[in-house]
């Protein structure tokens, strides 16, 4: 069957490679490759490809249909509907249902019984049975789609037939055939319907309820043709007693098969609507569904109940609702949504949301049936909890008035909680609890309280400000009532005053109310900032909570706040809003501002109900800061602030904002920040330190010297440090580090006894006489009273041991906690650090920021262990990073503090070399190089006059200055003295060991700061060699190599400095090189990596610049240790390193003028000949063949022995034949010719200066006229005369006695004799000769062969 569909699906093309040309059975050859295209395009996976290509092969078959092509594409579909492929199977049902809609005058029956012909069951093999099968499954599917078998009576009884026929299949088929026949059935016309069914129902109603396929059929049935079905099987009752049980078992089978699909089987549906069609909808939810499906303990029936009530929500009244929504179904969801937590375990609740979603999005228009559903599920208590989360998604979906009536009711259950209202239940665990209470009504009326008022906020986060500005109104005041206040007497002017408790409201309910508060107020003053913030007679939420506050202090007589205020704090409260009225008075030119102060005393003013104390003192300082603030005209100097008595309110108001910001709320953070920004300005040096002194580690740990226990480690490690940096061994001190944690181990082993309740234990033992002395005998024992009394003691000794030890672990724990609240404080405090470096960039405060930041990201480095220390470390080097050093504006005033500045920079760079970890030491040369960039931005008087003295002596001498000399000149950056602090760097660098310094920290100073780059060359030339390590001789080639393609560099030398510059570089290269190929370690190998690296770059620059350099010597140490190279190279020593290294040697060659010799690729069978030896023939190597089964040449040995008695003649002698292997053998000669490097062409920079080439072997071809032309143009730009490699001796020598342009002195090379180029062709390997004549025979034998 498989190879016939292959066979079938070949193209013509196909055919053709295959060999053979098959039978054309089929035609195929008449058809287009176009049309066969068709076929294969609808078999593939991509859906647009299957359409697309179905609509062209209608559009084809519509063009033609009268033509063959119509009935092989029936032929060609219908064989595709039992490819192996099953996802080819659907598709080719797609394309031949289209194909007959599109033809109606194909009929069905025919269609049909070519498919049953094309895969008979009775003939088909036992292999090929379930491709057989669901072909005729979809060829029935494919009639069906096309919309024409409903309309033809004999081919729908065929089919109906064939649907039976494979039902009987159920291993390979399922229940598909069944599925197929309930479609087609529902799509029949009534009156075709009564035919088929006596068909396809029998008149039993055993059968009926034998199956779910069965039984929605009759659903069907008795749905359209009622009539017909009750005159088949009678008056049939489904709910009744007999029958119900078996319901219950037809569903259970639904279930069973609908499992894996996780769907409600359609027979379910059909049974409830017709209970309600036939107003037995209680009967059959309480004994099919609960007490029927429930009962079984089996969970796809459990969740084949739950999805019939989320689908029926749509279809049941009210009255339903309310029994469907407070059974025992509804307790069972209630028990599975609690104990489904694990991630392995089904979680049905998602699919309840859609199920509940898509019920209220569909009823919009019926607010009460909305109400009803969300009430029903929100009834659902475990232990007064509601099931369903506070943050219930479904709720966006509910209308305006179903919306009011929901907070209405959670509001009156927050009241008065009415128990039994809910449909509470129990797990099993919490059953088998004896606590008496877990059970109680006040834990129960606590659970739902807390629900309801964070379910309050959850919905104030859906909702739209313009569209429900009053329920937000409601709900805010409700929180804020009910938080801080208690009613005394009701009155209507306080509608919150008239809502009485049936149950009293605890503390802990309140304070939960009351975070709930704050947590509104944030979503209120952040979340609609996007819409109006403010409300529609333009005043803030927050304003609007405090003049309901101040209206509720009013009411003293019916209200009574919860803490009551004393008059210190009333008279701040009404100080508060006065402040807040004169804010609104002010003028429009600070409105930034006066809505940042506006918000932080509405915040703090809302916070003195909480926390009186400490906002009564905070509201008097912010009035004062702002009056001073809003009154200032300009920014008071600092001598005024020092001389001044109080402090200065901006150090006033910081304090405020530390302390405000101490506390855990989000929105705090948000008004600080907002506020800081606005008065970053103003800020003075004590006030920055202010917020330094929260972020310094070293003054957080005086407060509380017990929370970090590695103070005197980490001092430890400091000074061990700064002895690694001056060049101690690591592995002594890894070692003494591990002595010091093990002394450390044993004395807390030690110090887990307690010696005070050892000494204890003693007394009690020796009291009892439990310890034996010396002299005691050992026949003496204890009564029994006494042994009592023993144990009574040691059981109240270890009872308060236990307590201390207890005691000692809670506070432990307690120091625990306080340390991550200060690590949370000092996260939340550096928002004011980013803001100040953000908005404030050019402040000269920034530059004090630096050490202290330094010193934090140094320790926390060392203590980053938990998540917050990570988030602390990450938030200061981001701040460091990229607000502070990447910022593009700094500080442009740096006014008298030079000298400060320039002792900062040697101290951050000092420290930088001292670190133990380069990713600190980095942060701290980049605080350098930060400072040096402010200090080449700023200018001085003094350095503009200098400037402009040179710039008078230039014009005097005629010369002009240089770029960056001149901006040197402006700046206040003083060369002198930053100078000696990098080159004591730099020279730390390339000598100490184990430097924390890197190659990309001096690179980065390089390119911000040529001048001072031209003043470091000389140290990292020093370094190129001597007695420095091979490690750090290579770092400086490393540097120089990227240094000196710098442009700006190049613009900081005169042109006789630069010549000087790079031959004192190329003197100590060519001293680096004189030991190339000698390398053994890899520090050695490095360096002269790095070293040829340098010499290419050199070279460029020599070449692009046109410099009169000596080149002769470094040529002459590079030919000199080639053979070397070539030998490592063949060697394969240290492969990837050797071969690069091969490669830049021959870099910096044809610079020089030397071509790199071509590496030929040797024949296989040639290698093979060459390469045996009469040793190596006796040895059997595994995985080749033994000689006996290769197949001999056709040689004769005497022609093989006079070829290797004379090679070298006849190498020389044999006359230049054509064709491909005359230039092979010419490549070759041509390869071995320029042995030793061969200079073919020389650069502008080199000139005369390479040797001149050797004479041409005699065995060497001629070059062609194209070549010789080529290398005359090439030495007439080089500046010498056309000489080319292999030119005869004779025409060379004439050449030699013309007179030659030098670059650095003439240097005359004598030509190489002949006779030498002669040996060197000579010397070659036996295995080369024997190529050489394997070669010639062939061609004779080949030459012979031919008539």
């Given at each position: 069957m498989e190879t016939e569909n292959v066979a079938e699906a070949m193209s013509p093309g196909e055919a053709t490679k295959s060999g053979a040309r098959p039978a054309d059975r089929h035609g195929l050859l008449k058809h287009s490759r176009e049309f066969l295209d068709f076929f294969w395009d609808i078999a593939k996976p991509e859906q647009e490809t299957r359409l697309e290509a179905t609509e062209k092969l209608l559009e084809y078959l519509r063009a033609r249909p009268e033509g063959s092509e119509m009935q092989y594409a029936l032929k060609r579909l219908i064989t595709g509907l039992g490819m192996g492929r099953e996802t080819a199977r659907p598709c080719y049902s797609l394309a031949l249902a289209q194909l007959l809609q599109s033809f109606e005058d194909i009929p069905l029956c025919s269609i049909l019984q070519q498919i049953q012909e094309k895969h008979d069951l009775q003939k088909v093999k036992k292999v090929m049975m379930r491709p057989a099968l669901f072909a005729n499954l979809f060829g029935v599917l494919a009639l069906f789609q096309s919309g024409r078998l409903v309309k033809d009576s004999e081919a729908l009884m065929k089919s109906v037939k064939l649907l039976q026929v494979l039902a009987q299949h159920y291993n390979h088929l399922h229940e598909q055939p069944h599925k197929a026949l309930v479609d087609i059935l529902s799509e029949v016309p009534d009156s075709m319907l009564q035919e088929v069914l006596p068909k396809v129902l029998k008149a039993d109603l055993n059968s009926v309820l034998g199956s779910p396929e069965h039984l929605e059929i009759f659903l069907l049935a008795q749905q359209k043709?009622?009539?017909?079905?009750?005159?088949?099987?009678?008056?049939?009752?489904?709910?009744?007693?007999?029958?119900?049980?078996?319901?219950?078992?037809?569903?259970?089978?639904?279930?069973?098969?609908?499992?894996?699909?996780?769907?409600?089987?359609?027979?379910?549906?059909?049974?409830?609507?017709?209970?309600l069609k036939e107003n037995k909808f209680p009967r059959f939810w309480k004994e099919v569904v609960e007490q029927g499906l429930l009962k079984k303990q089996f969970w796809p029936a459990s969740y084949l109940c739950y999805r019939l009530l989320g689908a029926s929500l749509p279809?049941?009244?009210?009255?339903?609702?309310?029994?469907?929504?407070?059974?025992?179904?509804?307790?069972?969801?209630?028990?599975?949504?609690?104990?489904a937590k694990f991630p392995s375990q089904f979680k049905f609740a998602p699919e309840m949301n859609e199920y509940v979603g898509t019920f209220l999005e569909g009823c919009r228009d019926d607010p009460e049936r909305q109400l009803a559903v969300v009430v029903a599920f929100t009834s659902v208590t475990n232990q007064g909890l509601p099931i369903v989360p506070t943050f219930w998604r479904v709720v966006r979906f509910l209308s305006g008035p179903a919306l009011k009536g929901y907070v209405a009711w959670l509001r009156d259950m927050f009241l008065k909680p009415d128990l039994d209202a809910l449909v509470d239940f129990s797990t099993g665990n919490q059953k088998k609890a004896q606590d008496a209470s877990l059970h109680g009504p006040e834990r129960a009326v606590f659970r739902l309280?807390?629900?309801?008022?964070?379910?309050?906020?959850?919905?104030?986060?859906?909702?739209?400000?313009?569209?429900?500005?009053?329920?937000?109104?409601?709900?805010?005041?409700?929180?804020?009532?009910?938080?801080?206040?208690?009613?005394?007497?009701?009155?209507?002017?306080?509608?919150?005053?008239?809502?009485?408790?049936?149950?009293?409201?605890?503390?802990?309910?309140?304070?939960?109310?009351?975070?709930?508060?704050?947590?509104?107020?944030?979503?209120?003053?952040?979340?609609?900032?996007?819409?109006?913030?403010?409300?529609?007679?333009?005043?803030?939420?927050?304003?609007?909570?405090?003049?309901?506050?101040?209206?509720?202090?009013?009411?003293?007589?019916?209200?009574?706040?919860?803490?009551?205020?004393?008059?210190?704090?009333?008279?701040?409260?009404?100080?508060?809003?006065?402040?807040?009225?004169?804010?609104?008075?002010?003028?429009?030119?600070?409105?930034?501002?006066?809505?940042?102060?506006?918000?932080?005393?509405?915040?703090?003013?809302?916070?003195?109900?909480?926390?009186?104390?400490?906002?009564?003192?905070?509201?008097?300082?912010?009035?004062?800061?702002?009056?001073?603030?809003?009154?200032?005209?300009?920014?008071?100097?600092?001598?005024?602030?020092?001389?001044?008595?109080?402090?200065?309110?901006?150090?006033?108001l910081v304090e405020v904002l530390l302390a405000l910001l101490a506390q855990p709320s989000h929105l705090i953070r948000q008004v600080a920040r907002s506020v800081f920004s606005h008065i970053c300005s103003h800020l003075t040096p004590r006030a920055l330190q202010l917020i330094l002194d929260v972020l310094n580690p070293e003054q957080s740990q005086d407060e509380d010297d017990n929370v970090m226990i590695t103070d005197d480690a980490e001092k430890q490690l400091e000074d061990e440090e700064d002895k690694s940096s001056e060049g101690e061994n690591n592995k002594n001190s890894e070692s003494e580090g591990e002595s010091t944690e093990e002394e450390s181990e044993e004395e807390d082993?030690?110090?887990?006894?307690?010696?005070?309740?050892?000494?204890?234990?003693?007394?009690?033992?020796?009291?009892?006489?439990?310890?034996?002395?010396?002299?005691?005998?050992?026949?003496?024992?204890?009564?029994?009273?006494?042994?009592?009394?023993?144990?009574?003691?040691?059981?109240?000794?270890?009872?308060?041991?236990?307590?201390?030890?207890?005691?000692?672990?809670?506070?432990?724990?307690?120091?625990?906690?306080?340390?991550?609240?200060?690590?949370?404080?000092?996260?939340?405090?550096?928002?004011?650090?980013?803001?100040?470096?953000?908005?404030?960039?050019?402040?000269?405060?920034?530059?004090?920021?630096?050490?202290?930041?330094?010193?934090?990201?140094?320790?926390?480095?060392?203590?980053?262990?938990?998540?917050?220390?990570?988030?602390?470390?990450?938030k200061i080097a981001r701040i460091f990073t990229h607000h502070l050093c990447r910022s593009r504006h700094y500080c442009r005033d740096v006014g008298n503090s030079l000298e400060t500045l320039y002792a900062q920079v040697e101290r951050l760079v000092q420290q930088a070399s001292r670190q133990a970890d380069s990713s600190v030491s980095l942060y701290y040369f980049n605080a350098s190089l930060y400072l040096l960039r402010v200090l080449k931005g700023n200018t001085a008087e003094k350095s503009i006059r200098q400037a402009q003295k040179k710039e008078k002596a230039g014009a005097n001498t005629s010369t002009k200055p240089r770029g960056p000399e001149v901006a040197q000149a402006t700046s206040c950056l003083d060369l002198n003295l930053v100078t000696p602090i990098y080159s004591s760097a730099l020279s730390s660098f390339l000598t100490k060991r184990n430097s924390p310094l890197t190659v990309p920290m001096f690179l980065s100073l390089f390119s911000r700061h040529p001048l001072l780059c031209k003043n470091l060359l000389p140290v990292v030339i020093q370094h190129m060699t001597g007695q420095t390590r091979p490690r750090h001789q290579a770092q400086a080639c490393l540097l120089l190599q990227k240094a000196l393609p710098v442009r700006e560099l190049r613009l900081c030398f005169e042109d006789p400095e630069w010549e000087q510059l790079i031959g004192q570089i190329l003197a100590k290269v060519t001293e680096n090189l004189k030991a190339l190929g000698e390398a053994q370690t890899k520090s050695e190998q490095l360096r002269e990596r790095s070293s040829l690296e340098l010499l290419n770059t050199v070279l460029r620059i020599v070449h692009h610049e046109k410099m009169t350099v000596d080149l002769t010597v470094i040529q002459g140490v590079l030919q000199s240790q080639q053979s070397k190279l070539q030998h490592r190279v063949q060697q394969r020593e240290h492969s990837a390193g050797s071969s690069r290294l091969y490669d830049l040697y021959w870099q910096a060659m044809r610079v020089l003028g030397v071509q790199r010799p071509k590496l030929e690729k040797k024949d296989t069978k040639e290698v093979s000949t060459a390469t045996q030896s009469p040793i190596s023939t006796k040895r059997k190597k595994k995985g080749f063949l033994p000689e006996t089964k290769k197949r001999k040449k056709r040689k004769s040995e005497g022609i093989t022995q006079k070829e290797d008695a004379q090679p070298a003649a006849t190498i020389g002698d044999q006359p230049l034949s054509t064709g491909k292997r005359r230039k092979r053998k010419k490549a070759k000669v041509t390869a071995q010719a320029q042995v030793n490097?061969?200079?073919?062409?020389?650069?502008?920079?080199?000139?005369?200066?390479?040797?001149?080439?050797?004479?041409?072997?005699?065995?060497?071809?001629?070059?062609?006229?194209?070549?010789?032309?080529?290398?005359?143009?090439?030495?007439?730009?080089?500046?010498?005369?056309?000489?080319?490699?292999?030119?005869?001796?004779?025409?060379?020598?004439?050449?030699?006695?013309?007179?030659?342009?030098?670059?650095?002195?003439?240097?005359?090379?004598?030509?190489?004799?002949?006779?030498?180029?002669?040996?060197?062709?000579a010397s070659r390997s036996p295995s080369l000769l024997l190529q050489g004549g394997a070669k010639r025979k062939k061609a004779q034998l080949r030459k012979a062969a031919k008539p």
């Open positions: 043709v009622p009539t017909k079905l009750k005159q088949l099987m009678g008056p049939v009752n489904l709910l009744s007693d007999e029958n119900i049980p078996r319901l219950v078992n037809v569903l259970k089978m639904a279930a069973s098969s609908a499992k894996k699909e996780r769907r409600l089987p359609a027979v379910a549906l059909d049974l409830l609507r017709l209970a279809l049941l009244s009210k009255e339903q609702l309310q029994l469907v929504m407070r059974g025992d179904l509804i307790r069972h969801y209630g028990e599975h949504m609690v104990t309280r807390k629900w309801i008022i964070l379910r309050l906020v959850s919905i104030v986060d859906s909702l739209h400000l313009e569209k429900e500005e009053a329920l937000i109104e409601e709900v805010a005041r409700f929180c804020f009532f009910h938080s801080f206040f208690e009613t005394k007497k009701p009155t209507s002017q306080v509608l919150e005053t008239e809502q009485q408790f049936s149950f009293p409201l605890e503390g802990r309910i309140r304070e939960v109310v009351g975070n709930a508060f704050f947590s509104l107020l944030q979503t209120l003053s952040t979340q609609f900032k996007q819409t109006p913030e403010q409300t529609q007679d333009r005043q803030p939420w927050t304003y609007r909570l405090v003049q309901f506050a101040d209206v509720l202090l009013n009411h003293n007589r019916n209200v009574t706040p919860l803490t009551p205020f004393t008059t210190q704090q009333r008279q701040a409260w009404d100080r508060m809003l006065q402040t807040l009225k004169e804010l609104e008075a002010h003028s429009s030119d600070a409105k930034a501002k006066v809505t940042a102060f506006q918000h932080l005393l509405l915040l703090v003013g809302i916070h003195l109900f909480k926390s009186p104390t400490e906002s009564c003192d905070l509201l008097g300082d912010i009035q004062t800061c702002i009056k001073k603030s809003l009154g200032e005209k300009t920014r008071r100097t600092r001598s005024k602030a020092a001389n001044s008595q109080e402090p200065p309110w901006v150090e006033v082993r030690d110090g887990d006894v307690d010696p005070g309740f050892r000494e204890q234990l003693m007394v009690v033992l020796q009291a009892g006489k439990a310890l034996g002395g010396v002299g005691d005998d050992e026949d003496d024992e204890l009564d029994d009273e006494a042994m009592m009394a023993l144990d009574q003691n040691l059981a109240s000794l270890f009872a308060e041991q236990k307590l201390r030890i207890q005691a000692r672990r809670d506070e432990k724990n307690k120091l625990q906690k306080e340390k991550a609240l200060r690590r949370d404080f000092q996260i939340r405090v550096l928002d004011l650090i980013e803001v100040l470096v953000t908005k404030q960039p050019e402040n000269p405060l920034v530059l004090e920021l630096l050490e202290p930041l330094l010193s934090i990201i140094r320790r926390s480095m060392r203590t980053s262990s938990t998540k917050q220390e990570q988030d602390l470390l990450h490097g061969t200079p073919i062409a020389k650069s502008p920079a080199t000139k005369s200066l390479a040797p001149e080439p050797p004479a041409r072997s005699p065995s060497a071809p001629a070059k062609t006229p194209k070549l010789q032309k080529k290398n005359r143009k090439l030495s007439k730009v080089n500046g010498a005369p056309p000489v080319s490699p292999t030119e005869p001796a004779s025409k060379k020598q004439h050449q030699m006695e013309l007179p030659k342009k030098g670059v650095s002195g003439k240097s005359p090379q004598l030509a190489l004799p002949r006779k030498k180029a002669r040996l060197s062709l």
